[in-house]
C-alpha cells in the first residue's frame, strides 16, 4: 500500500507577481508578460519516499483526470495507491472510472494546507517569479 498526495496547478506564459526588496518608494524593474497561455501539470507525490509522477495537460477536466489515473495506475501496477485530493467537480464526477488499485482519500473542502503537493507548487511557483518564458 502507497500513499501519494495528488494536485493540479496552472503554469504559463503570464508574469507571476512577487515581492522584491527595493528601496522606499520604488517600484521593482522587470520585464511583464501580458499574454496569458497555460497548461495544467497534474501531479502525485510520495511523502515517504520521494517518489513522484507528473502529467502535462492543456486544461483541467473530468477527461483529462481520467487519463492521469490510469497512466497512475499503470506507472504503479503492483501496489494499491491511495490518492489524497481535493474536492474538484472532476474527482467526484459520475463518470469517472477509478482504476482497482487506487483509492481516492478526499480531503476536507476548503483545506488546501492539508495536502503536501501544495507546497511542491509553491516552491516550483516561487522560482518562477519574474521570469519571463517565450514558450509553452
Known sequence: MRYFAEDESRFGLKTLL???????????????QW???????YGAVEPATG????LQFSQVDTDCYQQF??????????????LQVDNGRFHTSKDLVVPENII?????PYCPE???????????????????????
Open 18 to 32: 512577487g515581492r522584491v526588496i527595493t528601496a522606499c518608494g520604488v517600484k521593482p524593474i522587470g520585464t511583464w
Open 69 to 82: 489515473l490510469n497512466e497512475f495506475s499503470r506507472q504503479y501496477p503492483d501496489s494499491l495507491n491511495i
Open 51 to 54: 517518489d513522484s509522477f507528473f
Open 114 to 136: 492539508l495536502n503536501p503537493i501544495e507546497r511542491l507548487w509553491q516552491h516550483l511557483k516561487a522560482q518562477l517569479k519574474w521570469a519571463s518564458l517565450n514558450t509553452v
Open 35 to 41: 499574454l496569458f497561455k497555460a497548461f495544467w501539470i
Open 104 to 108: 481516492l482519500l478526499f480531503q476536507p
